[in-house]
């Protein structure tokens, strides 16, 4: 296979890593201080904020986890190792990553509800279960083509005794 036709998947992978950089670099902080504003006017709600904002910043490392392991992936099979145990193992540090994501949103959910009940906000539940529920498909995705993948590994080592 030719060294660049996973050019625009990895291009992909790393254009999905840019928004959720900014996000963390630009839009969090400023809820931070804001949550510390209302912490110091006594609002126990800013307790709930920096709970939330934990889990966010927590779920970015298995976010940049599996999209660095996405990279690894594709680099097996620019190198014409898609059928071996290395990718095997990236796509379920992937799918174990998901799971981690989705778990830790799952967690925050109860919060996300406190403050949409609190600000009259139910978008914010809905933007939190579209949140899991993304995670849930990539994981069983990652899951399917691994399961496909360690079968199609089986067969090719029989074939390959066979000869």
């Not at 709970?51 to 910043?57: C, D, E, G, H």
């Not at 998901?98 to 919060?111: D, E, M, N, R, T």
């Not at 990652?142 to 360690?150: F, H, S």
């Amino acid at each position: 296979m030719k060294r660049g036709s996973t050019l625009f998947l990895k291009i992909s992978v790393i254009l999905l890593g840019i928004p959720v950089l900014a996000v963390c670099i630009f839009l969090l902080p400023q809820i931070t201080v804001e949550a510390i504003d209302q912490a110091k006017s006594g609002s126990e709600l800013a307790y709930i904020v920096f709970s939330i904002l934990f889990v966010m910043y927590g779920a970015t490392i298995p976010y940049y986890y599996a999209l660095y392991q996405a990279l690894r992936l594709l680099s097996y099979i620019d190198r014409n190792q898609a059928f071996s145990l290395h990718s095997v193992r990236a796509l379920k540090k992937i799918k174990n990553s998901a799971i981690i994501i989705s778990g830790l949103y799952a967690v925050a959910l109860p919060l996300v509800y406190i403050i949409a009940e609190w600000d009259d906000a139910p978008g914010l539940i809905l933007i939190g279960m579209v949140i899991i529920g993304a995670s849930i498909v990539i994981a069983v995705f990652a899951a399917v083509l691994q399961r496909l993948l360690k079968e199609a590994i089986a067969i090719k080592s029989e074939n390959d005794l066979t000869v």
